[in-house]
């Protein structure tokens, strides 16, 4: 049997002794039989991650080699479940987790209604849809595994399974539960991908509007310590129109995912009415974890979200952050004494980037069914330095860049998004969805980020000089640029009424500023100083109207307009008769 002959915190090495070891194949460790995955294989020896604490192991120790890839467990039960890095359930695990416990992803005990969808004598092709089963009101379609073909010989009845009782048998002998493993580090195979013209909707205004993203696309959230990360990716796992969110916390502290694990269950979905912990899968790998799991943790929630995108799901996943993963790759790197690249990460740091956000997709899957996968992964750079090699190469795979601002997050501006360092690449491709919300929805958003652009440019000599140092005209572009970020921008997570805005209320929105704009514009034209129509009443009214006016009542944005219209008006006439 295979023995341990070298250890290093989470790498051991092992003496094969005849025995036949495969890239990436699951492993057990030492006398605890520590979960571990062969990650190099030479002639006779085995270099193995281990993903569990590896102190008191001690050379000699045997490996027992399984013979399959590191995998996941993949049926009914996962929505609504907490996991730890290697996918073992935390609610039976306690408070501390202990060396070795070898426990199952899934509730094995537990029955559930299996209604079939096929029947003796089918022909079925791979992914093909076997039956279904109810998981807190979605549909869970078990499916045949991707690499499976078949006549049905023989298919359980409507009834209650296990997981594990046998639904299906096919004439070669084949046999299924509604359980299937599925390898980590192999993508889910699909029919094509599509592209994407729908946006993920966040109900956030400065990402729907300005810096949208695709269903199936990849964002990028990089700040520095306490610009809001966490917070804003939780406000897009409760908020996004998904239907499934998986939800991993790759290194953090264990008070972030707290937060999660406490106002999931009581929030609902603004879509469905129903709590949001039901449409939820939770990852929960946190600082005070094993550091070699981090990169386990992200790649199950990957594979966990593309097999509900075989489904015919849009799944949205959140990894929370990128940065403690590639720490923790810079350090096993180190360990198994590979040479190492930029600021010590390995040399291949890009290209295991590379490999999570590719699983991003838009696809037409082996079930025919139409699913994507988005990811929105946060970054950490230290220092908020954006140059470093994670934001850098994650920036080179992710369409949309959400960059969040140090300065902005203590002013409390929630979201810290800095328009001036955000793009994204998606708003092209999703101007006919926004064309189809409101005709002038593509011309308000390039109105918006040119306002800004020029109002950035115009602060820098604020700073220097201040406010009075600007002649009136490029004053009114200011305080119209302050507007919208006060009113349009700025969103409030914990009020009721402004912490989600559907795409109707962000265009009456936009088209009241634009409104104001002209209306001012038309003013200054009559010589009426800035600072008097900033301060006029109907101006403090639209700034208390997005706390008041609710998402189905957006139509009181339009009698606003008009009043802001005839005020100005008869302003401009005041002063041109005076």
């Known amino acids: 049997m295979p023995y341990i002959t070298y250890i290093s915190g989470p790498v051991i090495r092992a003496e094969l002794e005849g025995a036949k070891a495969e890239l990436y194949e699951l492993a057990f460790v030492g006398?605890?039989?520590?979960?571990?995955?062969?990650?190099?294989?030479?002639?006779?020896?085995?270099?193995?991650q281990v993903y569990e604490n590896s102190e008191g192991m001690r050379l000699g120790e045997p490996v027992k080699l399984t013979g399959e890839m590191f995998s996941a467990h993949l049926a009914p039960g996962l929505l609504g479940t907490v996991f730890d890095g290697i996918q073992r359930p935390l609610a039976m695990i306690g408070e501390r987790i202990e060396k070795g416990r070898s426990l199952y992803a899934l509730d094995r005990d537990a029955k559930r209604l299996f209604t079939p969808l096929v029947a003796t004598g089918d022909l079925l092709a791979p992914g093909a849809f076997i039956g279904e089963v109810s998981e807190f009101g979605l549909t869970h379609r078990i499916m045949l595994p991707p690499?499976?073909?078949?006549?049905?010989?023989?298919?359980?009845?409507?009834?209650?399974?296990?997981?594990?009782?046998?639904?299906?048998?096919?004439?070669?002998?084949?046999?299924?539960?509604?359980?299937?493993?599925?390898p980590l580090r192999i993508p889910r195979p699909f029919s094509?991908?599509?592209?994407?013209?729908?946006?993920?909707?966040?109900?956030?205004?400065?990402?729907?509007?300005?810096?949208?993203?695709?269903?199936?696309?990849?964002?990028?959230?990089?700040?520095?310590?306490?610009?809001?990360?966490?917070?804003l990716q939780q406000t897009l796992a409760k908020w996004c129109d998904a239907d499934v969110i998986i939800y991993v916390g790759c290194g953090e502290r264990g008070n972030e995912m707290t937060e999660v694990l406490e106002e999931f269950p009581q929030l609902s979905d603004p879509r469905t009415g129903k709590k949001l912990i039901e449409r939820t899968v939770l990852i929960a790998?946190?600082?005070?974890?094993?550091?070699?799991a981090r990169g386990a943790s992200i790649l199950l929630g990957l594979t966990i979200?593309?097999?509900?995108?075989?489904?015919?799901?849009?799944?949205?996943?959140?990894?929370?952050?990128?940065?403690?993963?590639?720490?923790?790759?810079?350090?096993?790197?180190?360990r198994m004494n590979e040479l190492p690249a930029e600021e010590g990460f390995p040399a291949y740091l890009a290209s295991s980037i590379a490999a999570i956000y590719e699983r991003a997709a838009m696809v037409r899957?082996?079930?025919?069914?139409?699913?994507?996968?988005?990811i929105i992964g946060a970054v950490s750079p230290p220092g908020g330095d954006l140059s470093e090699p994670v934001t850098r190469n994650?920036?080179?795979?992710?369409?949309?860049?959400?960059?969040?601002?140090?300065?902005?997050?203590?002013?409390?501006?929630?979201?810290?998004?800095?328009?001036?360092?955000?793009?994204?690449?998606?708003?092209?491709?999703?101007?006919?969805?926004?064309?189809?919300?409101?005709?002038?929805?593509?011309?308000?958003?390039?109105?918006?980020?040119?306002?800004?652009?020029?109002?950035?440019?115009?602060?820098k000599i604020v700073k220097l000089l201040g406010m009075e140092a600007l002649p009136e005209e490029q004053r009114l572009?200011?305080?119209?640029?302050?507007?919208?970020?006060?009113?349009?921008?700025?969103?409030?997570?914990?009020?009721?009424?402004?912490?989600?805005?559907t795409p109707e209320k962000i265009v009456k929105m936009a088209k009241v500023l634009r409104t104001i704009e002209e209306a001012w514009r038309g003013c200054h034209r009559a010589r009426i100083p800035v600072e008097v129509l900033r301060t006029r009443p109907v101006v403090a009214e639209f700034v208390r109207s997005k706390y008041e006016i609710t998402n189905s009542d957006a139509g009181r944005y339009d009698r606003l307009k008009e009043r802001i219209v005839g005020e100005y008006e008869a302003l401009a006439r005041e002063y041109g008769g005076g």
């Open 365 to 374: 899957t082996l079930g025919g069914e139409r699913g994507s996968v988005t």
């Open 394 to 459: 994650t920036r080179r795979y992710t369409n949309a860049f959400w960059a969040l601002d140090k300065e902005l997050a203590s002013a409390r501006f929630f979201p810290a998004i800095n328009y001036s360092q955000s793009y994204s690449g998606y708003a092209e491709t999703l101007k006919e969805w926004w064309t189809a919300v409101d005709e002038e929805a593509p011309a308000l958003r390039e109105w918006m980020l040119s306002l800004l652009q020029e109002d950035a440019r115009l602060q």
């Open 192 to 231: 094509e991908r599509e592209s994407s013209a729908e946006p993920l909707l966040t109900g956030q205004r400065i990402i729907d509007f300005l810096f949208p993203i695709a269903k199936g696309g990849a964002a990028s959230i990089p700040g520095g310590f306490g610009t809001g990360k966490t917070i």
């Open 31 to 48: 006398e605890d039989a520590l979960v571990a995955e062969v990650v190099e294989v030479t002639r006779d020896e085995a270099l193995l």
């Open 147 to 182: 690499d499976r073909s078949g006549v049905v010989s023989y298919v359980a009845p409507k009834g209650e399974y296990r997981i594990t009782d046998e639904i299906l048998r096919l004439q070669d002998g084949f046999s299924m539960g509604m359980v299937q493993k599925m």
């Open 285 to 292: 790998n946190t600082s005070d974890m094993p550091v070699s």
């Open 477 to 501: 572009v200011v305080e119209i640029a302050s507007l919208v970020k006060e009113v349009f921008l700025q969103q409030n997570a914990f009020d009721e009424v402004d912490a989600y805005s």
């Open 305 to 334: 979200a593309e097999y509900y995108r075989d489904m015919g799901f849009h799944v949205a996943l959140m990894a929370d952050s990128t940065s403690r993963w590639a720490e923790a790759m810079r350090e096993i790197s180190g």
